[in-house]
């Protein structure tokens, strides 16, 4: 029988973080996920070209069995590649015991159990939060970020396992919450997306550049990489045009070390009444 949870979840855009003394430090190194529609031929060439980038990549792969067989052709052509990043658990951590793996999405404590018990070393947290993402709205699943990254961090952590906090992160401040709610990474998509580095499809128009920014669950990515939407499913993201930004160092944020040992969080949002207002 349905019920409500009573318990109060927030999301990012509702709390604030208390002002307390912290350490800082600074550190420009980022891991990246591959999605799943590379061939190999694009990542041999890509390993060719750039060798010593290929520690901070984590391989994709989705939950049919010619995705896991590309998966295991890339990690065996291409060994220095030790993350593995997965749609679930499945039997891909027991058949790949020599890679880190990342497995999600997923929102509860429960789950998160479950998927380090069946061998996932990573759990992505969060379903729908993301900028491009339309799950919530379409299917009415998904639980405020913030607290789906409270709970999961704890009961991965019980475990020996980590998290990310995957979307929901639409400013620098948004990532300081991440972490300092115990996320041990933090995924992101839109704050990124843009830049010279993101892949996305360039046009120009008036003589302004912008970039193509779209979920991996849209209507554009399944017609780009799939040859459409499957009759079984919909489309569960949209495609945005995301002004030009350059190259992407000038705005990776800091690294916080131990902000979580040091957070509390106050239930304060930032004032909006000027938020439609042009600024000079």
Sequence with gaps: MPHIDNDVKRDFKEVLLRPKH???LCEFSLLT???????????????????????????????????????????????????????VAKGCTEALPSHTSMAGNVVTGEMVEELILSGADIIKVGIGPGSVCTTQ??????????????ESADSAHGLKGHVISDGGGSCPGDVAKAFGAEADFVMLGGVLDGHSESGGE?????????????????????????GGVAEYRASEGKTVEVPFKGDVEHIIPAKLKELSQRTTFISQQVNSIFRDARST
């Design 22 to 24: 912290s350490t800082v």
């Design 202 to 226: 360039l046009m120009e128009r008036d003589g302004k550049k912008y970039e193509l920014f779209y979920g991996m669950s849209s209507e554009m990515a399944m017609k780009k990489d799939t």
């Design 137 to 150: 709205k379409k299917t009415g699943v998904g639980c405020p970020q913030l607290s789906a990254v409270m």
């Design 33 to 87: 996920a591959i999605h799943k529609h590379y061939s190999l031929h694009q990542w041999q060439e890509f390993a060719g070209q750039n060798p010593d980038c290929l520690e901070y990549l984590a391989a994709s792969s989705g939950s049919g069995s010619f995705d896991f067989e590309q998966l295991e052709q890339i990690l065996e052509a291409i060994p220095q590649v030790k993350y593995i990043c997965l749609d």
